[in-house]
């Protein structure tokens, strides 16, 4: 007489088992379901490169002193709190000191207590402690974004009395970080929380007189964790005179020209997750702006009406091309036909709220779709 085979549990009923377990429940994150979402740039160029805006996880922005890191996450986190509500919290951990009432005056960020949070703080331990703290006890089931400005102003607890003249641990601040990446990114994601670490580019000095030219000439500090961790790397770039926008642009020369009104902020793909990585992205900044209206809007929108060929420059004269006449007619919306110079088209679109956000959304929609 054969022996009844014992039917073996599916591959599937296993995996539900194990997942089920208390025990093994504190340690997977299979039943949180990801919170997907994009925050905006506010700006439409670099929307568009990161494929809709900054999804949750873990996210680097390096760059030169004064290229626009500060500046750019905290347009993120203005909008992270627009999207989320009551439910959306921005911890901003200021390490440096350079993060003044002026800056928060300019970026238009909401400083609710419940919203927004300062924390002063430069130790490495700690920082990471408030972070894990906030993302494991959450009862009010808040999103969180936090941003640690800068990682390289961080020190660790046993460097922080040391004499002066002694020397902090070598990759003791990168040794940290990556243990707290490794133990954090996951739960982050997962949660739906996001995270943006800023850091700074050094000079890389060449002490092999044979190496190979012609590759990256800086170095972020902090080691390679965040590298591997990180869901985008945006490297802001060094900016030029070619990069200054001038209120006579058409002038031969840069006393002509007068001073700058504006400049482009041009950020490198160092490393993202739609295949943009080693393109960059540029968009205009408008001095002297505050509530967050620091991206030029209307000159963005000029750069795309060059880019789809909707407008025509013939010497100084600007024209509007019939395909966008037509439908900005079947919207019942009005713009001449031409414009004499760049600066009274964008007069135009700054003082028409309107027709300028129906040409920003209208462009978003179209890129989206190529």
């Given at each position: 007489?054969?022996?009844?085979?014992?039917?073996?549990?599916?591959?599937?009923?296993?995996?539900?088992?194990?997942?089920?377990?208390?025990?093994?429940?504190?340690?997977?994150?299979?039943?949180?379901?990801?919170?997907?979402?994009?925050?905006?740039?506010?700006s439409?160029?670099?929307?568009?490169?990161?494929?809709?805006?900054?999804?949750s996880?873990?996210?680097?922005?390096?760059?030169?002193?004064?290229?626009?890191?500060?500046?750019?996450?905290?347009?993120?986190?203005?909008?992270?709190?627009?999207?989320?509500?009551?439910?959306?919290?921005?911890?901003?951990?200021?390490?440096?000191?350079?993060?003044?009432?002026?800056?928060?005056?300019?970026?238009?960020?909401?400083?609710?207590?419940?919203?927004?949070?300062?924390?002063d703080c430069?130790?490495?331990?700690?920082v990471f402690?408030?972070?894990?703290?906030?993302?494991?006890?959450?009862?009010?089931?808040?999103?969180?974004?936090?941003?640690?400005?800068?990682?390289?102003?961080?020190?660790?607890?046993?460097?922080?009395?040391?004499?002066?003249?002694?020397?902090?641990?070598?990759?003791?601040?990168?040794?940290?970080?990556?243990?707290?990446?490794?133990?954090?990114?996951?739960p982050i994601?997962?949660?739906?929380?996001?995270?943006?670490?800023?850091?700074?580019?050094?000079?890389?000095v060449?002490?092999?007189?044979?190496?190979?030219?012609?590759?990256?000439?800086?170095?972020?500090?902090?080691?390679?964790?965040?590298?591997?961790?990180?869901?985008?790397?945006?490297?802001?770039?060094?900016?030029?005179?070619?990069?200054?926008?001038?209120?006579?642009?058409?002038?031969?020369?840069?006393?002509?020209?007068?001073?700058?009104?504006?400049?482009?902020?041009?950020?490198?793909?160092?490393?993202?997750?739609?295949?943009?990585?080693?393109?960059?992205?540029?968009?205009?900044?408008?001095?002297?702006?505050?509530?967050?209206?620091?991206?030029?809007?209307?000159?963005?929108?000029?750069?795309?009406?060059?880019?789809?060929?909707?407008i025509?420059?013939?010497?100084?004269?600007?024209?509007?091309?019939?395909?966008?006449?037509?439908?900005?007619?079947?919207?019942?919306?009005?713009?001449?036909?031409?414009?004499?110079?760049?600066?009274?088209?964008?007069?135009?679109l700054?003082?028409?709220?309107?027709?300028?956000?129906?040409?920003?959304?209208?462009?978003?929609?179209?890129?989206?779709?190529?």
């Open positions: 007489m054969s022996k009844i085979k014992k039917e073996q549990p599916k591959t599937t009923d296993q995996i539900s088992k194990f997942l089920n377990d208390k025990d093994n429940q504190k340690y997977h994150y299979n039943f949180h379901e990801a919170d997907e979402y994009k925050i905006s740039s506010g439409l160029n670099l929307d568009i490169a990161m494929g809709g805006g900054l999804p996880g873990a996210h680097r922005f390096t760059g030169i002193n004064e290229g626009g890191k500060t500046s750019c996450a905290i347009a993120f986190a203005r909008n992270f709190q627009k999207h989320f509500g009551k439910k959306g919290m921005v911890i901003y951990i200021k390490s440096e000191g350079r993060f003044s009432r002026e800056m928060i005056e300019r970026s238009g960020i909401d400083t609710d207590p419940e919203k927004f949070f300062v924390f430069n130790i490495f331990e700690k402690e408030l972070v894990r703290e906030l993302v494991f006890q959450n009862e009010d089931d808040k999103k969180y974004m936090f941003i640690i400005d800068s990682v390289d102003a961080l020190c660790r607890v046993g460097d922080i009395n040391k004499p002066f003249a002694e020397s902090e641990q070598v990759a003791g601040g990168a040794l940290i970080t990556s243990v707290f990446l490794k133990k954090m990114v996951l994601s997962k949660m739906g929380h996001t995270m943006i670490l800023t850091s700074q580019v050094r000079v890389e060449a002490t092999n007189p044979y190496a190979a030219r012609g590759g990256p000439k800086t170095k972020e500090a902090g080691g390679n964790a965040v590298k591997h961790y990180a869901n985008f790397i945006l490297e802001f770039q060094e900016r030029y005179n070619s990069d200054l926008i001038f209120k006579n642009p058409s002038a031969t020369t840069l006393d002509a020209k007068g001073e700058p009104i504006g400049h482009y902020c041009k950020i490198k793909f160092r490393k993202s997750i739609n295949e943009k990585t080693g393109s960059t992205a540029r968009y205009p900044i408008k001095y002297g702006q505050k509530s967050g209206k620091s991206v030029w809007r209307a000159r963005e929108i000029l750069d795309m009406l060059y880019l789809f060929n909707l025509e420059k013939k010497g100084a004269w600007i024209s509007i091309s019939e395909d966008l006449m037509k439908e900005l007619e079947i919207k019942k919306m009005k713009i001449n036909d031409k414009f004499q110079g760049e600066q009274r088209l964008i007069d135009f700054e003082g028409d709220e309107s027709l300028c956000d129906f040409l920003y959304q209208d462009f978003k929609k179209l890129t989206n779709a190529l």
